[in-house]
């Protein structure tokens, strides 16, 4: 059973970092992908990064590049997600999901296995 657990969310200030934790249990990188999503009130659900086992091996959406970067532990069973230079449009609350793939994308809709989200809040 594929089980995921985010973490690593808080309140920051603008220009400030935070790594989130995607501790998962019951599959491998080795064919699944993982994505990372972010939802603000009121806002649809929005791909941020992904990472699969194929090319490309990572993706990021025009507003976090440069300042995210994702990268994986397979010892931990962990992707993270280290976001720097945070600001206020960042605030939502962030979710980690999988689905087995080699690929990874940035819709929703390719994946179906999710957790449970981690609030990220950047403000002064």
């Known amino acids: 059973q594929l089980h995921i657990v985010e973490s690593g969310g808080g309140l920051v200030q603008p220009g400030g970092s935070l790594r989130l934790s995607c501790v998962f249990s019951?599959?491998?990188?080795?064919?699944?992908?993982i994505g990372w999503f972010r939802q603000a009130p009121g806002k649809e659900r929005e791909g941020v990064s992904c990472t699969g086992s194929r090319g490309p091996i990572a993706l990021f959406a025009d507003s976090v590049k440069g300042r995210f970067t994702i990268s994986s532990d397979n010892a931990k069973n962990t992707v993270y997600l280290q976001m720097n230079n945070l600001k206020p449009e960042d605030t939502a609350v962030y979710y980690c999901?999988?689905?087995?793939?080699?690929?990874?994308?940035?819709?929703?809709?390719?994946?179906?296995?999710w957790g449970q989200g981690t609030q990220v809040t950047v403000s002064s």
């Open positions: 999901a999988a689905e087995r793939a080699a690929y990874c994308g940035l819709e929703f809709y390719d994946y179906n296995y």
């Open positions: 019951g599959f491998t990188l080795d064919d699944h992908a």
